[in-house]
């Protein structure tokens, strides 16, 4: 075996090697979606996110425009304090509605933005007012079920 | 006395606590060829390895130049080492090179000469063991003499002052024998180096070496030039030099009586 | 309990004790071999071509197995995930689930335990070999370390060989699964991807994949290496070095997944 046959053939592996990992980064995981770029930040209060992770995706009218930065836990209102990374590019005006939902029955949770009609935009570090809860199944299930016991008593 | 280039002084040493060598003296003079001799497994091989500081003595010590060998610290060791050629007893060629590139091997790692010069440098060094026109072959595709022959060449590569051949002669027909006996003369007196020849070849090796050591029961039974040792009387001497079967040389690797050995099986 | 068991248990005992000594003894000299090994790393590394071979033995060579594997792994999985997600009619996920395993586990275990079938024991075969015909030995006469000379280019060989067998192991498999859910079975080519990249997280699934993968890379080599630098010198000793090279190699993976995925997940 020469050298330069080796030579061309580990260079081929390295290079489809190498592609495969850039494949990995850009076409099967989120490098591309998760730096969009440039962002800025909002905040958002819950009083239940479900099973919402940082990362998840922020969607309005089903593109995704951000990501979650980070969750905490707000001990001054009990509340779960939401940042949300915004790509630039998008703006939403201030009473804009930020709801918890889930990607089919079981799927992965994110938030969706609704636009409101107000006329000045979200700044960078500005909170959304207007929240709504992931809906929790079993509390969903036991309130079906409180209502069905009720009907049949009456 | 510094026209020994290799001095050994009161030796011993021993694999697992069982002692081969027990106070062995020799002397390389400068410039001279010496055969070491003695019974298979008599330790020829191992005095080699404690000459190049590939093994610790237990008492006594290997002087080359100067220097104690297994006092040396890694770096002066790798000095020492590249004044040495060594011709192993398998050839221990790299299997996974040509014979051009075994050849070449010392040359690449301990130089920087251009790739013209070590081509010539090859040559000449495969030119001189009659494998030339074997270049291109692997290293596995070598008879066990043409190995040993290419192994020669490597082991002159850089032209050592010391050059030391583990059985040089094993496996060799005899006008390749006779080839050999004076190519080790010539270069050692092309390169002025000193040779050590571990052979077991009487005939051969009284032919042209100017010394000869006799190791047997770990120490040196005899010493002296081939006519002395022709001369011998010492029993010892005279059966190895004749090849006579009976005499004090043992054939056996140190046991219990045969005849008990054998009848152990039937008492259990 | 009669005497003669109390002393069979006793030898027992003792030969336990002796393997286990043994065995830390190995620990040992493996660690010491790591040390010299990155320490004489420099010198290798300045003469690439030495390290380039060694990618070919151990990377290219064993291009094939990992990528006709990977090709039927994903494939498999694309089958079986799709009989249980169908059941939750979410079987557009597929392409979730057949990339999360390959990238998180499946795609640095399994490459990581093919290599050590494929290139591990060769490498151990090749230097217990050396190492029987004294070609060690001679190449410590000429004043040519061994481990800067044999084993540091192995090593860097192996260690570089692993993540990119591994990234080639994830895509083509995560390629055979696509072939089998999209074309085959009929789920939607782009919910396929679009759901899978908004599941697989750059850093969280392909970054600690690779991690992973880097880590199989060094433990499988280093273990390949040590057992044939360590082999008796006879054909016996270096036909035990390579089994031992695939069993220790497959017991440190699968442990060091362990270990590793349990750090990340949290
Ligand atoms: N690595 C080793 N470990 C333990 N014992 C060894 C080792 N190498 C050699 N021996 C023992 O040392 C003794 C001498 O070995 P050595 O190779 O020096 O013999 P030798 O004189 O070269 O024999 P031969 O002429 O057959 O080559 C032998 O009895 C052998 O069993
Ligand atoms: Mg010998």
Not at chain 1, 4 to 26: E, H, N, P, Q, S
Not at chain 2, 36 to 46: A, D, L, P, Q, R
Not at chain 2, 228 to 250: A, C, I, M
């Amino acid at each position: 075996m020469d050298r330069t046959k080796i030579d061309l053939w580990v260079g081929i592996f390295a290079a489809i090697g190498v592609a495969a990992l850039l494949g990995l980064a850009m076409k099967v995981g989120n490098l591309t979606t998760s730096n969009i770029g440039e962002t800025y930040t909002v905040t958002a209060g819950f009083q239940n996110i479900g099973g919402l992770k940082p990362r998840s995706p922020v969607k309005s009218a089903g593109v995704v425009v951000g990501r979650i930065d980070a969750i905490q836990f707000d001990s001054a209102t009990y509340e779960a304090r939401v940042t949300l990374k915004l790509d630039k590019r998008y703006l939403f005006p201030k009473d804009t509605f930020a709801n918890i939902y889930t990607a089919g029955l079981l799927g992965e949770q994110y938030i969706g933005l609704e636009p409101g009609g107000d006329e000045d935009y979200l700044q960078e570090n500005d909170k959304i007012m207007q929240t709504q809860d992931a809906v929790v199944l079993e509390k969903m299930i036991s309130q079906f079920l409180y209502s069905k016991a009720t009907e049949t008593k009456e | 006395m510094t026209d020994n280039i290799v001095e050994i002084d009161n030796l011993s040493f021993g694999y697992k606590g069982r002692l081969l060598h027990k106070g062995i003296n020799m002397s390389f003079p400068r410039g001279k060829i010496v055969a070491i001799m003695g019974g298979s497994g008599s330790g020829k091989t191992t005095i080699l390895r404690l000459i190049g500081g590939q093994l610790k003595p237990v008492k006594g010590e290997v002087r080359v130049g100067d220097k104690v060998v297994h006092e040396q610290g890694r770096n002066d060791l790798q000095k020492l080492r590249r004044k040495m050629g060594m011709l192993f007893q398998m050839g221990a060629l790299f299997t996974d090179l040509s014979v051009y590139e075994n050849v070449a091997f010392p040359m690449r790692e301990h130089t920087s000469l251009p790739e013209t010069m070590i081509r010539d440098l090859v040559m000449m060094k495969l030119n001189a063991v009659g494998l030339r026109g074997a270049r291109d072959l692997m290293a596995t595709e070598l008879s066990g003499g043409m190995a040993r022959r290419v192994a020669l060449a490597r082991a002159v590569a850089l032209d050592p002052e010391i050059i030391m051949y583990d059985e040089p002669f094993a496996g060799l027909d005899p006008i390749s024998m006779g080839v050999i006996c004076n190519l080790i003369r010539n270069l050692n007196d092309a390169l002025g180096a000193t040779s050590l020849v571990v052979t077991h070849d009487v005939k051969e090796a009284f032919s042209f070496v100017d010394y000869v050591y006799f190791v047997a029961d770990g120490v040196v039974a005899a010493e002296g030039t081939p006519a002395e040792l022709r001369e011998s009387t010492l029993p010892f001497v005279h059966q190895f030099v004749h090849g006579e079967v009976d005499g004090p040389v043992p054939f056996h690797y140190a046991a219990p009586d045969y005849r008990r050995d054998m009848l152990r099986g039937r008492d259990v | 309990m009669s005497s003669k068991a109390v002393s069979k248990l006793a030898s027992a005992l003792q030969n336990f004790g002796h393997r286990l000594i043994d065995q830390f003894w190995r620990l040992g000299s493996a660690s010491r071999l790591f040390g010299y090994t990155l320490a004489s790393s420099g010198e290798s590394l300045r003469r690439p071509f030495l390290v380039i071979r060694e990618i070919y033995f151990t990377g290219v060579l064993s291009l094939i197995i990992i990528l006709v594997s990977a090709f039927f792994v994903g494939m498999v999985l694309a089958l079986q995930g799709y009989n249980t997600l169908q059941k939750y009619g979410s079987s557009e996920a597929i392409g979730v689930l057949v990339a999360l395993s390959l990238v998180r586990e499946l795609g640095p275990v399994v490459t990581a335990l093919l290599f050590a079938g494929r290139a591990g024991t060769a490498i151990t075969a090749e230097i217990g070999l050396m190492k029987a015909t004294e070609q060690l030995s001679a190449m410590e006469m000429m004043a040519v370390s061994p481990i800067a000379r044999v084993i540091a280019p192995r090593f860097w060989g192996g260690v570089i060989s692993m993540p990119l067998l591994a990234s080639l192991f994830s895509m083509v498999g995560i390629l055979g699964g696509y072939l089998v859910a999209v074309p085959l079975i009929g789920v939607d080519g782009g919910a396929f991807w679009s759901q899978m990249q908004a599941s697989v997280d750059f850093r969280e699934d392909v970054m600690n994949g690779f991690i992973k993968s880097c880590v199989f890379g060094v433990a499988c080599t280093m273990i390949a290496l040590f057992e044939g630098y360590d082999a008796p010198p006879t054909a016996e000793g270096v036909s035990r070095a390579t089994t031992r090279t695939v069993v220790n190699s497959s017991l440190a993976v699968l442990g060091l997944d362990f270990v590793m995925t349990s750090f990340m997940i949290s």
